[in-house]
């Protein structure tokens, strides 16, 4: 599809060198590699989707003609079709917002997703507005996994549908991907979540990622977060995330629906590079972040991250 057809006009596209410590990737020989050759590995992600399948309307003062799936949907095929290895994420709120989820109860939105290749999602607060029910009714169309640490589902549908963790295998790596979620009490009625119990995001997020790293040889392990952007410290979120871990290398967030022209670089408690990004609300925005492994330097390396505008570029 020719670049008229679609918005992939980007905001910022940056090409900088942002040396980051990957635990595994800093600390050991790159066992993972067949070969010596640099691996590019390209991570695009999504959050509060909000059943957002068209671009908002023309009448809209601020985001006429922005968003829409098809849109979204070429825009992905397009950077698949140059690039060998893509990771497809989304950090949860999929589900309402619009008629659609009225209507079809997040069918569509789950169809369009395996569509378009999401390998990873995580869950956010609006997931469960038809309760946990409503979730695994349209599990059928969901051609993705779906993650979660800190939500115990014990005594519940969910309870071997919903894993801590997924690890996929690309570009010679081993790619860790958990997922967080907010407390759902008083965001969510009580019945709508039933016996899923709240756990400490924080102490979840230690515990999963030293686990990827330590005990499954994770080279990458990113967090798909539903925890919000920041709260000041206040209560747990992307930001002190980041700061208190040891393990997490990229936390990819939502729930507070924060448009961040590029990802902040954190520090961990171990003094390594840490990478939060969020790209709004409402498939606006498609976040991009591009990592080179150099194997025979014993690097990894931030080579170029992009926040692309979704949809129709003549009203954008």
Not at 33 to 58: M, Y
Not at 142 to 169: C, H, M, R, S
């Amino acid at each position: 599809m020719e670049e008229s057809k679609f918005n992939s006009r980007r905001d910022f596209l940056k090409k900088t060198s942002y040396l980051v410590g990957f635990g595994a990737l800093a600390n050991t020989p790159f066992q993972s590699f067949g070969n010596v050759q640099a691996k590019k590995l390209t991570i695009l992600h999504t959050n509060d989707w909000h059943s957002r399948i068209e671009p908002f309307p023309e009448i809209d003062k601020q985001n006429a003609g922005k968003g829409g799936a098809a849109f979204r949907a070429a825009l992905i095929k397009k950077i698949r079709s140059e690039e060998e290895n893509v990771l497809l994420l989304d950090s949860g709120d999929i589900f309402q917002g619009t008629p659609y989820f009225n209507f079809y109860g997040g069918e569509l939105e789950y169809k369009l997703m395996t569509q378009m290749g999401y390998d990873v999602v995580t869950l956010g607060n609006h997931d469960f507005d038809n309760g946990i029910e409503g979730i695994i009714k349209q599990l059928p169309h969901a051609g993705f996994k779906i993650v979660n640490a800190n939500y115990d589902f014990k005594n519940t549908e969910l309870e071997k549908v919903v894993l801590p963790f997924q690890i996929i295998k690309k570009a010679g790596l081993r790619i860790g991907i958990f997922g967080l979620g907010i407390e759902l009490a008083g965001l969510v009625p009580d019945k709508a979540f039933g016996k899923i119990v709240y756990n400490d995001p924080i102490i979840a997020a230690e515990k999963t990622s030293k686990y990827l790293r330590e005990e499954k040889g994770c080279d990458l392990i990113i967090c798909l977060s539903h925890l919000g952007f920041n709260y000041n410290g206040k209560k747990a979120s992307d930001m002190t995330l980041s700061t208190s871990n040891a393990d997490v290398d990229l936390v990819l967030g939502g729930h507070t629906h924060t448009f961040l022209n590029e990802p902040v670089i954190n520090t961990n408690k171990l003094g390594k590079k840490v990478v939060v990004n969020q790209v709004g609300w409402a498939g606006i925005k498609l976040g991009r972040i591009d990592y080179t492994f150099e194997p025979l330097v014993n690097t990894a390396t931030i080579t170029g991250f992009d926040s692309i505008s979704v949809g129709n570029i003549q009203k954008i």
